[in-house]
C-alpha cells in the first residue's frame, strides 16, 4: 500500500473523495493505493497520485508503517511538492475517486478531526515537510 500527502505549488493539499464501504460513506482521504507487480513502491505512489487526482509532483518517500495491528501489510508514506495538475484523473471516468484541493489550514483540521484513513501518513508528511 502507497499513500501520498501532495502539496500544490500553492501549499494547499490534494484529496480524493470517496465513497467507502466499511463505514458506508463519502471520505476525504489522501490519494494512494496499491504496489503493482514488478512496480517499486515510489512509482505506484507517483501512478495513484496522477490517476486518482490528475496531478504530477516531485514524490518523496517519508517511512513506511504498519497499516493495521491485525495485518503484516506496510503502508508506503510519501509527499510530493510542488504538484500541478498535468492531466484528467483517470479514476473520474469511472466515477470512483473525485479530486479535492484543501488549504493546508483546513487539512490540519481534518486531520486532527480523526476522520482522515491515512492520518499516519498525514503526520509524517508534515513532519518531513516541517509544516506541522
Not at 33 to 55: C, I, K, S
Not at 84 to 94: G, K, L, M, T
Amino acid at each position: 500500500m502507497v499513500a501520498v500527502l501532495a502539496l500544490t505549488v500553492f501549499k494547499n493539499v490534494v484529496l480524493v473523495r470517496e465513497f467507502r464501504p466499511g463505514p458506508e460513506e463519502v471520505l476525504l482521504e489522501l490519494p494512494g493505493g496499491v504496489v503493482d507487480p514488478g512496480e517499486t513502491p515510489l512509482d505506484a505512489a507517483a501512478r495513484e497520485l496522477l490517476e486518482e487526482t490528475g496531478y504530477a509532483g516531485q514524490v518523496e518517500f517519508v517511512g513506511t508503517s504498519l497499516d493495521s495491528a491485525y495485518s503484516t501489510m506496510v503502508r508506503h508514506n510519501f509527499v510530493a511538492r510542488e504538484c500541478e495538475r498535468v492531466s484528467d484523473p483517470s479514476s473520474a471516468e469511472h466515477g470512483l475517486v473525485e479530486p479535492v484541493i484543501m488549504p493546508l489550514a483546513g487539512f490540519r483540521e481534518h486531520l486532527r478531526s480523526g476522520r482522515l484513513t491515512d492520518i499516519g501518513t498525514g503526520y509524517l508528511g508534515l513532519d518531513h515537510l516541517g509544516l506541522l
